[in-house]
């Protein structure tokens, strides 16, 4: 239930703070859902990195919404767009390279990716399934939002940054997954892989990319459902878990 609020609340967000709270109150509920299974390590560890890190980069999340709300006293969404091109901008592409990082290492683009594979594999299958396909979807469509309605006039300066993570995280994801034996480590080099092809969709910007990006993640969310509902399907019928690819 808070996941499924968190998540409504960042999609229908319009100001930074709300933002804030939402990704706050969602990374909490996953830091317990990774470490659900108690009596294995793999899972404790897997929940103490994700804490670890995750609250460093809400740290860095909060910083950059403080350089913003330094350079324009606003945090609001509407507000922002009408003044962002009168107001000196002091501060304020620190404070969205801080955001878009700390969105960028939410998501489990490289490289900031180093997370993603432990807590994929540590977490038991159905936590696994609930990081792979919720998060991704609505944290995606607020880069979206803030990318191509808020930081318009910063589309120059972010290109550097985005294309290096967009080529990175294909490489990384694609190349690794070849040496990968374990199942869930696979899906996450694959996230990986999958990240990298959104965000050169969200650099193009324009209102084709925007129609393709919706339906690429459409098609991404459909196909991680079905094949995290074969796994659960397959160890339900066995009786034990599929960890491997090959025994």
Same mark, same amino acid.
């Given at each position: 239930?808070?996941?499924?609020?968190?998540?409504?609340?960042?999609?229908?967000?319009?100001?930074?703070?709300?933002?804030?709270?939402?990704?706050?109150?969602?990374?909490?509920?996953?830091?317990?859902?990774?470490?659900?299974?108690?009596?294995?390590?793999?899972?404790?560890?897997?929940?103490?990195?994700?804490?670890?890190?995750?609250?460093?980069? %809400?740290?860095?999340?909060?910083?950059?919404?403080?350089?913003?709300?330094? %350079?324009?006293?606003?945090? @609001?969404?509407?507000?922002?767009?009408?003044?962002?091109?009168?107001?000196?901008?002091?501060?304020?592409?620190?404070?969205?390279?801080?955001?878009? @990082?700390?969105? $960028?290492?939410?998501?489990?683009?490289?490289?900031?990716?180093?997370? $993603?594979?432990?807590?994929?594999?540590?977490?038991?299958? @159905?936590?696994?399934?609930?990081?792979?396909?919720?998060?991704?979807?609505?944290?995606? %469509?607020?880069?979206?939002? !803030?990318?191509?309605?808020?930081?318009?006039?910063?589309?120059?300066?972010?290109?550097?940054?985005?294309?290096?993570?967009?080529?990175?995280?294909?490489?990384?994801?694609?190349?690794?997954? !070849?040496?990968?034996?374990?199942?869930?480590?696979?899906?996450?080099? %694959?996230?990986? @892989?999958?990240?990298?092809?959104?965000?050169?969709?969200?650099?193009?910007?324009?209102?084709?990319?925007?129609?393709?990006?919706?339906?690429?993640?459409?098609?991404?969310?459909? $196909?991680?459902?079905?094949?995290?509902?074969?796994?659960?399907?397959?160890?339900?019928?066995?009786?034990?878990?599929?960890?491997?690819?090959?025994?």
């Amino acid at each position: 239930m808070f996941v499924i609020f968190s998540s409504i609340c960042l999609c229908f967000a319009d100001d930074f703070l709300l933002i804030y709270l939402a990704i706050e109150l969602q990374s909490l509920v996953f830091y317990v859902f990774a470490t659900f299974n108690r009596t294995s390590e793999f899972a404790t560890e897997a929940g103490l990195k994700y804490f670890i890190f995750g609250s460093v980069i %809400s740290c860095f999340l909060l910083l950059g919404f403080s350089f913003i709300y330094l %350079s324009f006293g606003s945090l @609001s969404f509407e507000l922002l767009f009408s003044i962002i091109n009168t107001k000196p901008l002091t501060f304020v592409f620190l404070g969205f390279i801080f955001v878009i @990082s700390a969105f $960028l290492f939410k998501t489990g683009a490289a490289p900031f990716h180093a997370w $993603l594979c432990d807590v994929y594999d540590g977490s038991i299958l @159905s936590v696994t399934f609930l990081f792979a396909a919720m998060p991704k979807i609505v944290l995606f %469509s607020l880069i979206i939002k !803030i990318y191509f309605f808020i930081s318009f006039d910063f589309l120059q300066l972010w290109s550097s940054l985005l294309i290096f993570v967009s080529v990175a995280s294909i490489a990384v994801g694609s190349i690794s997954a !070849i040496y990968q034996k374990r199942v869930k480590r696979l899906f996450a080099y %694959s996230t990986v @892989s999958h990240t990298g092809f959104i965000l050169l969709g969200i650099l193009v910007c324009s209102p084709f990319s925007a129609k393709s990006l919706i339906f690429y993640i459409f098609i991404y969310s459909f $196909l991680t459902i079905l094949l995290f509902s074969i796994l659960i399907y397959a160890s339900i019928s066995t009786d034990r878990s599929i960890k491997f690819i090959a025994n």
